[in-house]
């Protein structure tokens, strides 16, 4: 057993607390990581608010990191120790349906388990002050040293840089893959990008990679602006400047709407104003956004009847284990940035701190 440190989440709505954590040892088919770098994400913030329906306390959050395999249990065979890899919040087991299908990246092999906060055999690895501690998403990258499934990891370049990589653990990957696998922007296209955080940044470094023309980023605090258009943004745009609807001033920008569009707030009403601001007979709109528990979507049919296609993607379509690993080069070799992405660099124990820094767009 490992004794590290963790930021541990006892209950919703609380910051997280700093705590010294066992870490048991790996079992069969689990891999046990010594976690250098984590980011901190949205999803995490979502499920510290406790409206999460899968919120599980007391838990380890964090599902951005990047590490060092510290040891392997019985039957690990794609991992071994002084491995580099990537904790997987969507694993690829390779072997259920969902993996067999080129269509789909969302393996199901450990999603029930994963959803209640534990490991595959149905118990946890963390223990803090007598108490079990839960698994966050499969990765729990908040804590010094994790355990993961082995279908939950990818080995990557040794040489790359933790506290870089540890982004295409989530966001990066999942904006860019938005663009490239979901949407398959074409060259030459018009595209909308709705929220400029990290996800929003990397749906438009996508865009711009697959070629589109024209790329209008959308969102209501101008300081994300010049971020946007260093990132591929041709023109930035706020709701808050016009009294007509947004999707309305889209429609009367493009010449009848937009090629694509992205929503990457996870708010169901700009979920709306996306695929109504994508153009009649072959606008495509993508869900990236996470919306909180209970909301629905709406739209007149009409808006589908006219062949426009609404579509959703998780981790940005990208199988994980066969996918992170060529992000990865992708990133060594420059074509896509990571580098660029990162903010502010933060001692572990000013995790809440990195929290504040996120919720205030900074």
């Given amino acids: 057993v490992i004794k590290c440190k963790a930021a541990v989440a006892w209950e919703a709505g609380k910051p997280l607390s700093i705590e010294e954590v066992e870490v048991a040892p790996p079992k069969a088919h689990e891999v046990r990581i010594k976690i250098i770098a984590t980011a901190v994400c949205h999803t995490d913030a979502y499920t510290l608010s406790g409206a999460d329906p899968e919120g599980c306390f007391p838990v380890i959050l964090g599902h951005e990191g990047a590490g060092i395999v510290e040891s392997v249990g019985e039957g690990v065979t794609k991992v071994k120790k002084g491995d580099t890899v990537i904790p997987l919040y969507i694993p690829q087991c390779g072997e259920c349906k969902f993996c067999k299908n080129p269509k789909t990246n969302l393996c199901q092999k450990i999603r029930i388990t994963q959803g209640k906060g534990v490991m595959p055999d149905g ?8 108490k079990q501690i839960y698994h966050f998403m499969g990765t729990s990258t908040f804590s010094e040293y994790t355990v993961v499934a082995d279908i939950s990891v990818a080995k990557i370049d040794a040489a790359a840089p933790l506290d870089k990589v540890c982004l295409l653990g989530c966001g990066i990957s999942t904006g860019y893959g938005a663009a490239v696998n979901t949407a398959k922007v ?3 296209s018009t595209c909308a990008v709705f929220g400029l955080g990290g996800v929003g940044l990397a749906v438009i470094m996508g865009c711009k990679i697959a070629g589109a023309s024209r790329i209008i980023g959308i969102d209501i605090n101008k300081d994300k602006y010049a971020k946007a258009k260093e990132f591929g943004a041709t023109e930035c745009i706020s709701p808050q400047d016009s009294k007509k609807p947004i999707q309305e001033v889209l429609v ?50 009409f808006q589908l009847v006219t062949g426009r296609t609404w579509k959703g993607t998780a981790f940005g379509g990208w199988k994980s284990v066969d996918n992170v690993p060529k992000l990865v080069t992708e990133y060594m070799s420059k074509k896509i940035k990571v580098d660029e992405f990162v903010t502010h660099t933060l001692p572990f124990d000013k995790i809440n701190e990195a929290f504040e820094l996120m919720h205030s767009g900074k």
């Fill in 252 to 301: 009367e920008m493009t010449d009848g709407g937009v090629d694509y569009s992205f929503e990457c707030i996870g708010n169901v009403r700009v979920m709306r104003a996306a695929l109504e601001a994508c153009h009649k007979g072959w606008g495509v709109s993508v869900i990236v956004g996470v919306a909180a528990a209970g909301q629905e979507i709406a739209t007149r049919p």
């Fill in 123 to 130: 118990t946890s690895r963390f223990s803090c002050k007598g």
């Fill in 186 to 188: 074409e060259p030459g």
